[in-house]
């Protein structure tokens, strides 16, 4: 009797799915909770950094996986996944028009790098915004932009990319060394840059490397009603830089087919919706409906990066470069 009430709990039993993400990933609880239970598993969700330690996590475990599914990888990192064979390939269906990637890896969101403005500074001032890169680098505008060390921050990795991608390598680096002297300022990651140095938020600091979607998250979060929002973001060429994450089945994992079901999830409907108010960036799907926050979210009509090749290859090279032109 005891080995039948045994056998009877390992089928009602709900397998544990163990996800890997970055630490921006969230979605409502009753979505996933929806999903837990049409799937029949239990989700096991740990959050590691950003995308590159949590990327470094997979590679460090791979011998013995430590996750089934795996969010949160972008473009920039697809290349060093790939190199790493830490992902099992599978692409599933995309939707017509949808952005896609190498496979293994299928997108489920995207967003834009760009540089912030803080409306009330440059309307005190009297100063006008700038328009290019070249403009950054003009003494009218010393002291003025935070920014995110690429070693240590995705954004950070992908404005320097952005730079690349417009300037060429050397150029790139040579604006980077007129910008140290121009009084840049590094922090160590986004969180850093956006509430302690920009000035919206208390800090000195009117221009800040942040998202396209940040002024609308500015609206969405705002205590007091707001009609339009008091930061907005600059579409200054080679200072773009368009960000897609996907999900990926972890080479070695257990649970394969939920992985699969967890993959499809992230495509599906409700957490395209979901996640542009939760993650404020823009859903893959183009048939999703944008959320009304979204409204304040001007994209970009156009960005710059290296190649995905390049970045795979030069990547880590070009942020070692970046340390000794703008730290050392």
Do not use: M
């Given at each position: 009797m005891l080995a039948l009430l045994a056998f009877?709990?390992?089928?009602?039993?709900?397998?544990?799915?163990?996800?890997?993400?970055?630490?921006?990933?969230?979605l409502p609880k009753p979505l996933l909770a929806q999903f837990e239970k049409e799937a029949g598993v239990t989700l096991r969700i740990a959050k590691a950094g950003d995308g590159g330690e949590m990327l470094n996590k997979l590679i460090l475990t791979r011998a013995n996986p430590v996750a089934d599914v795996v969010f949160g990888i972008d473009n920039v990192l697809v290349g060093k996944a790939?190199?790493?064979?830490?992902?099992?390939?599978?692409?599933?269906?995309?939707p017509a028009g949808a952005i896609?990637?190498?496979?293994?890896?299928?997108?489920?969101?995207?967003?834009?790098?760009?540089?912030?403005?803080?409306?009330?500074?440059?309307?005190?001032?009297?100063?006008?915004?700038?328009?290019?890169?070249?403009?950054?680098?003009?003494?009218?505008?010393?002291?003025?932009?935070?920014?995110?060390?690429?070693?240590?921050?995705?954004?950070?990795?992908a404005f320097l990319l952005a730079t690349i991608g417009a300037l060429g390598e050397a150029k790139a680096f040579d604006w980077w060394a007129r910008m140290r002297a121009n009084g840049l300022k590094v922090s160590k990651g986004w969180t850093e840059a956006y509430y302690t140095e920009f000035s919206h938020n208390g800090g000195a600091r009117p221009l800040v490397v942040s998202y396209a979607s940040s002024p609308a998250a500015e609206v969405f979060f705002?205590?007091?009603?707001?009609?339009?929002?008091?930061?907005g973001s600059l579409s200054i060429p080679g200072a773009v830089f368009r960000q897609v994450e996907g999900a990926a089945l972890v080479k070695g994992g257990r649970e394969r087919a939920a992985a699969v079901k967890f993959v499809e999830f992230l495509r599906s409907p409700a957490v395209q919706q979901s996640l542009q108010t939760e993650m404020w960036m823009f859903p893959v799907d183009p048939a999703a409906p944008r959320a009304d926050a979204l409204r304040?979210?001007?994209?970009?009509?156009?960005?710059?990066?290296?190649?995905?090749?390049?970045?795979?290859?030069k990547n880590a090279e070009w942020v070692q470069r970046w340390t000794k032109v703008v730290l050392k």
């Open positions: 009877g709990s390992c089928l009602t039993h709900a397998a544990d799915l163990r996800v890997l993400t970055h630490a921006s990933f969230a790939q190199a790493a064979n830490v992902l099992d390939p599978w692409q599933g269906n995309a896609t990637f190498p496979a293994g890896l299928v997108p489920v969101d995207y967003g834009y790098v760009t540089v912030n403005f803080d409306k009330a500074w440059f309307g005190k001032k009297g100063l006008a915004l700038p328009r290019s890169l070249e403009d950054l680098a003009q003494p009218a505008y010393a002291g003025l932009l935070a920014v995110q060390n690429p070693a240590t921050s995705s954004p950070g990795n705002s205590k007091i009603k707001l009609t339009e929002p008091p930061t304040h979210a001007v994209e970009p009509a156009a960005f710059d990066s290296p190649s995905a090749p390049a970045i795979a290859e």
